[in-house]
Nanobody, 121 residues
Framework: QVQLVESGGGLVQAGGSLRLSCAAS????????MGWYRRAPGKQRELVAG???????NYADSVKGRFTISRDNAKNTVSLQMDSLKPEDTAVYYC???????????????WGQGTQVTVSS
């Protein structure tokens, strides 16, 4: 089993910044893509940013130029630096990892428990 633990959410005023972090642990054989999703009230979960093991990134159009994803492959962590936050960024943010379990050698999609980000206007 692979566990993802997020930290760094909170309340911030519009224009401010927050940094989310996620640490993967457990029976990890290999971590492949890692990323961040979010679910705003009344909306479906959407991809915010993702990064492959090789460093290729992709971002939602709504966050390009404001959010930056990074990862440390040696520490099995992924982070999301969020700048110039807007009220519409308010959501629960979830860490995601596509990982191969060392117990089964099968690839699964894993999720963190979510962390609330609230941006006030």
């Amino acid at each position: 089993q692979v566990q993802l633990v997020e930290s760094g959410g909170g309340l911030v005023q519009a224009g401010g910044s927050l940094r989310l972090s996620c640490a993967a642990s457990g029976s990890i054989f290999r971590l492949n893509a890692m990323g961040w999703y979010r679910r705003a009230p009344g909306k479906q979960r959407e991809l915010v940013a993702g990064m492959t093991t090789g460093g290729t990134t992709n971002y939602a159009d709504s966050v390009k130029g404001r959010f930056t994803i990074s990862r440390d492959n040696a520490k099995n962590t992924v982070s999301l630096q969020m700048d110039s936050l807007k009220p519409e960024d308010t959501a629960v943010y979830y860490c995601n990892a596509v990982a191969v379990s060392s117990t089964s050698l099968r690839q699964f999609n894993y999720w963190g428990q979510g962390t609330q980000v609230t941006v006030s206007s």
